[in-house]
């Protein structure tokens, strides 16, 4: 519980939370749109083993993972420390071992453990039914059906979310984000027609 | 034994004077916290932090200041001992006052 009220109380004091919220929205929906796109490409090209989009899939997704990882937490390790070094101005003094400093290195961490891990779930749920048809419960064009809806299911709940916070219609966003995802879907099969 | 402190303190704006009150009043041998923002800059801002109690160690309030990113500007009073003395106005002060 201490541990969690620590975690709360530098979430505060370094003001990460509406950063954090940005790369969850950003970094998820890269996530289910480079798994929709790989998916239907294979789609598209007519795949004839799961593995191949399984494997495919999950490489993509912890490249996104890691890449996502890093780079939140070298941007907000460096904004971190210009923040800091202008406060420890005007205090005229340290305040590296002081709370503040503490929330800010934690923020850098936050914000890297969000910016990785959004994508590499939104990724790693699309992924799932193919997975599972590696296994044999099901066939691949369910696999690829599946994998799409869970896709755009996912597009659409970030922008609902997004609606949430913008104390904004929900759906209306909700479509917005979902609009993209279908997009990318439609261009790919009019490829396949072609 | 320390009953009063009257520090000047710069603080940043995070954690707040709420947050700030709660560790201060948490220390032992602490029995109540007030704490008045005098100057809020862009930054950092002024506050007058008063301790009371029944034995207060300075040092622990520093440490705890300190920890929580602020700075003790200047010891503005201190009260000690068994009974808490008042400053008391001498014709001198009126006078210089005039």
């Known amino acids: 519980m201490k541990f969690l009220d620590q975690i709360k109380s ?40 799961e593995l191949w989009v399984t494997w495919s899939g999950f490489g993509a997704t912890l490249a996104m993972g890691l890449s996502g990882f890093t780079g939140s937490y070298m941007a907000e390790e460096a904004e971190g420390a210009k923040k800091l070094n202008s406060l420890e101005k005007s205090m005229l003094t340290g305040l590296k071992d002081s709370v503040v400093g503490k929330a800010s290195r934690f923020a850098s961490l936050w914000a890297a453990i969000i910016g990785g891990g959004a994508p590499a779930l939104t990724g790693g ?4 039914p193919f997975f599972l048809s590696t296994k044999g419960l099901f066939s691949i064009s369910l696999a690829v059906q599946i994998s799409v809806a869970l896709a755009l299911s996912i597009m659409f709940l970030l922008g609902a979310i997004l609606g949430r916070i913008s104390n904004r219609n929900m ?8 609009l993209v995802g279908l997009i990318l879907t439609v261009v790919f099969l009019a490829l396949k027609l072609t | ?50 301790v009371a109690g029944v034995s207060i160690s300075f040092e622990d309030v520093k440490k705890k200041l300190e920890e929580l990113g602020a700075t003790v500007h200047s010891i503005d009073e201190v009260a000690a001992g068994k009974r808490i003395v008042e400053e008391v ?10």
């Open chain 1, 171 to 178: 759906l209306f966003h909700g479509a917005k984000m979902l």
């Open chain 1, 125 to 128: 749920v699309c992924l799932i």
């Open chain 2, 1 to 50: 034994m320390i009953r009063r402190l009257v520090l000047d303190v710069l603080k940043p704006h995070k954690p707040n004077v709420v947050e700030l009150s709660e560790a201060l009043s948490h220390l032992q041998g602490v029995e109540g916290v007030n704490i008045i923002i005098n100057e809020i800059d862009q930054q950092v801002e002024n506050a007058k932090v008063i």
């Open chain 1, 10 to 49: 530098y979430i505060k004091i370094s003001g990460v939370a509406p950063i954090s919220r940005r790369y969850f929205v950003m970094n998820a929906f890269d996530g289910a749109t480079t798994v929709l796109g790989l998916v239907v490409g294979a789609y598209v090209v007519g795949i004839s083993s």
């Open chain 2, 89 to 98: 106005m001498t014709p001198q002060d009126s006078s210089a006052r005039m």
